[in-house]
């Protein structure tokens, strides 16, 4: 199914998922198999992160970060485009706490960092809160981008 739905050939796809199995991103999913022609994987961590600044000194990990940011970025572009298709069905209340926004300020590097650190703050204290669902709850998502704007 990867390989249908990526056009890559189905032996690249299967090496890629080794290598990303044999560094610990993804684990088998045997349960997901309805037979043995089929391999399914999972994610192995709910979450995966790194820091971008790791490999500004060589050219081709900055490559394959790139590559990897750009694709999650398309991913969060349509993703907040099925979000506002699926408004018209959502009750009026959850589409009045529902927020798109930006904003801009003129900040020290220590001043950007810590706004950075704050916002980390803020989204480790909600994902942590709202892991397991309880009644009452939906699933709600947030995105955020700090970056510094090239100069205007």
């Known amino acids: 199914r990867l390989a249908e739905a ?12 080794a290598t990303l199995a044999k560094h610990g991103f993804v684990i088998a999913a045997p349960e997901l198999e309805r037979d043995g022609r089929e391999r ?3 994610a192995a961590h709910e979450m995966t992160s790194w820091k971008s600044a790791e490999f500004l000194d060589d050219p081709e990990r900055r490559e ?9 970025l398309d ?13 018209l069905a959502l009750e009026p209340e959850w589409v009045a706490a529902s927020d798109s926004s930006d904003g801009g300020a003129h900040l020290t ?14 989204r480790e204290k909600w994902w942590g809160y709202g892991r397991t669902p309880r009644p009452g709850t939906r699933p709600v998502r947030w995105i ?7 100069a205007q």
């Open 144 to 150: 955020t981008h700090v970056f510094p704007r090239s």
């Open 64 to 72: 394959a970060d790139e590559a990897v940011r750009r694709t999650v």
């Open 40 to 42: 399914w994987w999972k």
């Open 109 to 122: 590097l220590d001043e950007f960092r810590e706004l950075s650190a704050e916002l980390e703050a803020l």
């Open 75 to 87: 991913s969060y572009h349509r993703e907040l485009l099925e979000a506002l298709d699926a408004e």
């Open 6 to 17: 990526t056009g890559v050939a189905s032996g690249s796809v299967s090496y890629h998922l």
